[in-house]
């Protein structure tokens, strides 16, 4: 069960009734953002389905397996991972245990829960920031160096395309957290 999230909307922010789900709070700016990288992160889980099928087929019907499926899928998977969190965050599906924020809201205690998500938000800020610096180095390296996956000869992937986006991934959930920490402290000030 998840416990009630104040909800943006005029003045003052409401409370939800106890058991309902938390609604998303979209932002003008990263939602539209954060929805094109989901839409993206599930065409590329919609291509794997596709080279997978053409792999396994390929491999029964004609003994000829399609090159760099497993690199693919690779890339693929991470890349996937990174495309959604950032829309994951902001319409508040992470994954979390909420027991306690529950029997505090249950409890009336809204300031602490508040004070906690605020504290899980920063939380999610500092992780996310630590994860884009230290990627901002290694996309540097794989366009300046041509880094690639597979093997030479039977198939080769670049992988700057992939730290790429896991760089914008990890700025985009970044920047979720903190526009939700953001509003938490109002919350908590108002």
Not at 48 to 69: E, H
Request: glycine share 10%; net charge positive.
């Amino acid at each position: 069960m998840s416990p009630p999230e104040p909800e943006r909307g005029g003045a003052s922010p409401r409370t939800l009734a106890p058991g309902s789900a938390p609604m998303p709070e979209p932002t003008p700016i990263l939602t539209p953002i954060s929805t094109a990288m989901n839409t993206a992160g599930a065409l590329i889980v919609l291509g794997m389905v596709v080279i997978v099928n053409i792999d396994v087929f390929g491999r029964w019907l004609a003994n000829t397996p399609l090159a760099g499926t497993l690199e693919m899928t690779e890339m693929g998977v991470v890349a996937v991972v990174y495309l959604t969190i950032a829309h994951a965050v902001g319409g508040k599906r992470l994954t979390r245990s909420d027991a306690l924020l529950g029997a505090l809201a249950n409890r009336g205690k809204t300031r602490i829960v508040n004070a906690l998500r605020l504290i899980f938000n920063c939380a999610g800020v500092v992780v996310f920031a630590l994860i884009a610096w230290g990627q901002i180095p290694r996309v540097i390296d794989a366009w300046e160096r041509g880094y690639f996956k597979g093997n030479v000869g039977i198939f080769t992937a670049p992988t700057w395309p992939l730290e790429t986006i896991m760089l914008l991934g990890a700025v985009a959930a970044g920047l979720q957290f903190l526009v939700l920490a953001w509003r938490r402290l109002q919350d908590l000030r108002g």
